[in-house]
């Protein structure tokens, strides 16, 4: 028996299946973002090898930035000359680095570092949206490194203004894991907690691929914690659970260097993930063929004298794109949402196309268009020369969709109830493009009044179209009513839609 779903009021995406019951012609595509803009360079005198393990915040009156600092000739994960520093931006589009004078850095204190020691290894802060939270820690963080691999463990931190910052407790986070990766913590508003998602490595369990992996936990206070689990996926990692994936040269299995997870900016109840794939091809002919050849077998050499991997001269890293309802399942997109892109000095190299966390609204590019989603991929972090952001732009819910081409297509939902009065949807087609809905009972037979041909055509780009029958809206009829949803398109795109109230629609 099929399950109806109850869509209340809220925003639903086309970023996983649990949607779709049927597809004729239709399909769930991926979008990856529109490179825009070089949005800073990490050339400062002291940034040194910058930027690592970039996360940016969209606070109420500026977006922050917060990254890592090493020497200019690398360091391992527990070097205390590590620094966290700190820019800003009132657009997310110009950046700026403010002098703040908090540590002195090459005989100055002209500069922007906020933290220096081992935590700034992967130091991520977070906003703390929960109600409950005090002033004084609105700003949470979480840094550090095993310590059995002479790191601190892992650490919480807390800021009233997120510059002046301060270890929370006197021990620790009791996680199991190697923490070195970008680990995260949020508030899950829908679920009423936090949710942590830290790096480990997957080697005891017979049933899936071991490699670099994710584990999670949630706690209602930050104090007391559930009992760790891997993450889960659907489609499962591929690759053979026989043999270790570490140095697959296929690169077709998914060890995660870091997960990039975090809620959905206009949907908070489904959670994204944005993670890092770390694939070590190994030295093959395609390798001699990837930008600065040298430098990548200086790499290697020096890894094999050092007794360390070769990575940094073979290892490629893209992002991918994940989505979960629970913030443990996830459906992973197989195909990379950011690739390395173009051949180009500094590119396709380990470290590089990297996920900065975070996505802010920011201006579109388009004069009086609405505001767009940014991302910020990290580009040159191993050659000579100064590492750099870009940024990148999604339409607003536009990770995935709901699409056809020309020929047409149609998808049928599950059944699902709703609270709202009016159907809007984010769509956009072709001149020639259009799309319909209608709207069936739970058994398949199509509603009067609301039937697909009743549909008023729909055509144009838009995000929050509202969508009439015979010219009628209004759906209030049909509130805590399972119906189906059956949707006709024709080179045109559904990236989301919501049964919202009238007053939310006029």
């Known amino acids: 028996m099929t399950t109806t779903l109850n869509l209340g009021s809220r925003r639903e995406l086309f970023i996983d299946p649990l949607l779709i019951e049927h597809l004729d012609g239709a399909e769930l595509r991926l979008h990856p973002p529109q490179p825009q803009e070089i949005a800073i360079s990490f050339d400062a005198p002291w940034e040194g090898l910058a930027p690592g393990y970039c996360t940016i915040l969209q606070d109420t009156?500026?977006?922050?930035?917060?990254?890592?600092?090493?020497?200019?000739?690398?360091?391992?994960?527990?070097?205390?000359?590590?620094?966290?520093?700190?820019?800003?931006?009132?657009?997310?589009?110009?950046?700026?680095?403010?002098?703040?004078?908090?540590?002195?850095?090459?005989?100055?204190t002209a500069n922007n570092v906020i933290w220096r020691g081992g935590l700034s290894h992967n130091f991520t802060p977070f906003i703390d949206t929960n109600p409950a939270c005090p002033p004084a820690e609105r700003y949470k963080a979480v840094g550090g490194t095993k310590i059995e691999w002479g790191g601190e463990g892992l650490w919480m931190l807390v800021s009233a203004d997120c510059i002046h910052w301060r270890k929370r407790d006197t021990t620790p986070i009791a996680f199991?894991?190697?923490?070195?990766?970008?680990?995260?913590?949020?508030?899950?508003?829908?679920?009423?907690?936090?949710?942590?998602?830290?790096?480990?490595?997957?080697?005891?369990?017979?049933?899936v691929p071991s490699g670099?992996?994710?584990?999670?936990?949630?706690?209602?206070d930050l104090t007391t914690w559930s009992e760790p689990r891997w993450l889960e996926y659907e489609p499962n990692r591929s690759g053979s659970p026989e043999r270790d994936q570490t140095d697959d040269p296929t690169g077709d299995h998914h060890q995660f260097y870091s997960s990039g997870v975090l809620p959905c900016p206009r949907a908070p109840h489904l959670i994204l993930g944005f993670p890092q794939r770390y694939c070590d091809r190994g030295w093959m002919v395609s390798t001699d063929q990837l930008p600065d050849p040298e430098h990548r077998r200086r790499q290697a050499d020096h890894g094999i004298a050092g007794g360390r991997p070769t990575r940094e001269g073979t290892v490629v890293t893209d992002v991918l794109f994940m989505a979960s309802r629970d913030g443990t399942a996830f459906h992973v997109w197989p195909e990379a949402m950011v690739r390395p892109g173009i051949q180009r000095p500094g590119s396709w190299y380990y470290g590089g196309a990297w996920f900065t966390w975070g996505i802010v609204r920011t201006p579109s590019v388009f004069p009086g268009a609405p505001e767009e989603l940014s991302i910020y991929i990290q580009e040159r972090f191993k050659p000579d020369g100064p590492g750099h952001l870009r940024r990148h732009t999604f339409r607003m819910d536009g990770f995935a969709s709901l699409g056809a081409p020309l020929p047409g297509g149609r998808a049928v939902t599950r059944p699902v109830t709703f609270a709202g009065d009016r159907l809007s949807i984010n769509f956009s087609s072709s001149g020639g493009g259009r799309l319909r809905v209608g709207l069936q009972e739970a058994s398949g037979a199509d509603i009067p009044g609301f039937a697909l041909d009743d549909c008023d055509l729909q055509f144009g780009d838009e995000l929050a179209r509202i969508v009439s029958w015979n010219g009628q809206r209004d759906l209030g009829a049909l509130r805590r009513r399972p119906v189906r949803m059956v949707i006709e398109l024709k080179d045109a795109d559904l990236y989301s839609f919501v049964f919202e109230p009238a007053a939310a629609a006029e």
């Open 176 to 207: 199991p894991g190697n923490f070195d990766s970008q680990n995260l913590l949020f508030w899950d508003a829908t679920h009423g907690c936090y949710r942590a998602y830290w790096r480990d490595h997957r080697c005891q369990d017979p049933r």
């Open 61 to 108: 009156e500026r977006c922050r930035m917060l990254y890592r600092i090493m020497p200019a000739g690398g360091c391992s994960d527990q070097d205390p000359r590590q620094m966290t520093a700190y820019a800003e931006s009132a657009d997310g589009i110009h950046w700026e680095k403010p002098a703040l004078s908090l540590f002195e850095v090459d005989g100055s």
């Open 212 to 220: 670099r992996d994710v584990r999670t936990a949630v706690s209602p």
